[in-house]
């Protein structure tokens, strides 16, 4: 029996709370915070954690404000939504399919983000607010004509794994295209975009990720006990009064939008969307979704990731991309092996 308990409220509501999912979001909320305290001390003009604190609380220096407020603290804000958005994306996705590879890296959507992108940046020479807006434009694109390929008297999980594998190899493949035409200054500036990166990011990037996320978390935490009775099989959940298509409707947009959002402000940061729903899982334990849990978890592992490619290579710094990339492609090969052992693949 899982270790669960009832909190009552004092108008009479009840919630029942499981205690090992709750203390391991805290950690993972503890664990992001620390990671952003450390990476905004971090730099050529490093800052001790205690002053961190202080700058932040508004008791530091006018260099360290200048060096916390304006050049460090957007960058961490915006790597804590993206981790946030793309763990919480990948959740969705790989509940909705019901695979561990349901994710917006294996699908194709963060695929079209970047070909939106591609568009602006090559054929537009646009600017990076117009790339923003052609990366939520190819991903919105590509969600679309995924859901619309897959759909067969409803959305169902392998169909919507291949389509969206064919769909990615496809949007792959006009993503090289579109390289191939590109001048010089062009092609280097999208391999740079293309990396997935958190440098030079600022208070321009993070109000908008900010506004998205505060209208679709809640909105989505707000359906998740009707996502977590779709895993239970379309026929019981209609039987239990849930109007399917339109739930997965609902999430699947939002989780299209999320990861579009993400892309468009760091570039395509592999893996995390796969990587954090599996990991808080496995730490939490708990059946269903888990979205809270992988939304902590995608904001730990992208500012931890952050801190790593900048201090874990000595004087070379490295785009937090290229850390995810690998990390996740050794994950990737372990859950393979370990989805093959279990006989679900």
């Given at each position: 029996?899982?270790?669960?308990?009832?909190?009552?409220?004092?108008?009479?509501?009840?919630?029942?709370?499981?205690?090992?999912?709750?203390?391991?979001?805290?950690?993972?909320?503890?664990?992001?915070?620390?990671?952003?305290?450390?990476?905004?001390?971090t730099?050529?003009?490093?800052?001790?954690?205690?002053?961190?604190?202080?700058?932040?609380?508004?008791?530091?220096?006018?260099?360290?404000?200048?060096?916390?407020d304006?050049?460090?603290?957007?960058?961490?804000?915006?790597?804590?939504?993206?981790?946030?958005?793309?763990?919480?994306g990948?959740?969705?996705?790989?509940?909705i399919?019901?695979?561990?590879?349901?994710?917006?890296?294996?699908?194709?959507?963060?695929?079209?983000?970047?070909?939106?992108?591609?568009?602006?940046?090559?054929?537009?020479?646009?600017?990076?607010?117009?790339?923003?807006?052609?990366?939520?434009?190819?991903?919105?694109?590509?969600?679309?004509?995924?859901?619309?390929?897959?759909?067969?008297?409803?959305?169902?999980?392998?169909?919507l794994?291949l389509?969206?594998?064919?769909?990615?190899?496809?949007?792959?493949?006009?993503?090289?295209?579109?390289?191939?035409?590109?001048?010089?200054?062009?092609?280097?500036?999208?391999?740079?975009?293309?990396?997935?990166?958190?440098?030079?990011?600022?208070?321009?990037?993070?109000?908008?990720?900010?506004?998205?996320?505060?209208?679709?978390?809640?909105?989505?935490?707000?359906?998740?006990?009707?996502?977590?009775?779709?895993?239970?099989?379309?026929?019981?959940?209609?039987?239990?009064?849930?109007?399917?298509?339109?739930?997965?409707m609902?999430?699947?947009?939002?989780?299209?939008?999320?990861?579009?959002?993400?892309?468009?402000?760091?570039?395509?940061?592999?893996?995390?969307?796969?990587?954090?729903?599996?990991?808080?899982?496995?730490?939490?334990?708990?059946?269903?979704?888990?979205?809270?849990?992988?939304?902590c978890?995608?904001?730990?592992?992208?500012?931890?990731?952050?801190?790593?490619?900048?201090?874990?290579?000595?004087?070379?710094?490295?785009?937090?991309?290229?850390?995810?990339?690998?990390?996740?492609?050794?994950?990737?090969?372990?859950?393979?092996?370990?989805?093959?052992?279990?006989?679900?693949?």
């Amino acid at each position: 029996m899982r270790n669960t308990r009832t909190l009552r409220t004092p108008g009479g509501l009840s919630v029942r709370a499981d205690v090992r999912a709750l203390v391991v979001v805290v950690a993972l909320l503890l664990a992001a915070a620390a990671a952003s305290v450390v990476l905004i001390g971090t730099g050529d003009f490093p800052i001790s954690f205690g002053d961190v604190l202080r700058t932040l609380a508004g008791d530091g220096t006018a260099g360290q404000e200048f060096v916390v407020d304006e050049l460090r603290l957007p960058r961490v804000l915006v790597g804590l939504l993206v981790g946030a958005s793309l763990g919480l994306g990948g959740a969705l996705f790989q509940s909705i399919s019901r695979n561990p590879l349901g994710s917006p890296d294996v699908l194709g959507l963060s695929q079209g983000a970047t070909s939106g992108a591609l568009v602006v940046i090559v054929l537009l020479s646009g600017s990076a607010t117009q790339v923003t807006v052609g990366a939520l434009i190819g991903g919105l694109l590509t969600g679309l004509g995924i859901y619309l390929l897959a759909w067969k008297q409803g959305v169902h999980g392998y169909r919507l794994v291949l389509v969206g594998i064919g769909v990615s190899a496809i949007v792959t493949a006009v993503n090289g295209y579109l390289l191939t035409k590109a001048d010089l200054v062009d092609a280097t500036r999208a391999v740079v975009w293309m990396t997935g990166s958190l440098d030079g990011r600022d208070w321009s990037q993070v109000w908008p990720l900010l506004a998205l996320c505060a209208v679709l978390v809640p909105l989505v935490l707000a359906n998740a006990r009707s996502l977590r009775m779709t895993e239970m099989g379309d026929d019981v959940s209609y039987a239990l009064g849930v109007r399917v298509e339109r739930v997965r409707m609902l999430l699947m947009v939002s989780a299209v939008l999320l990861t579009a959002a993400a892309t468009a402000a760091a570039g395509p940061v592999s893996f995390v969307a796969l990587t954090a729903p599996q990991l808080a899982r496995r730490l939490t334990r708990s059946p269903g979704p888990n979205l809270v849990a992988s939304l902590c978890m995608g904001a730990a592992l992208l500012v931890t990731a952050d801190w790593a490619s900048q201090r874990a290579f000595g004087a070379d710094q490295l785009p937090v991309g290229v850390v995810t990339g690998v990390l996740g492609g050794v994950y990737l090969l372990w859950l393979l092996v370990t989805e093959r052992r279990a006989g679900r693949i």
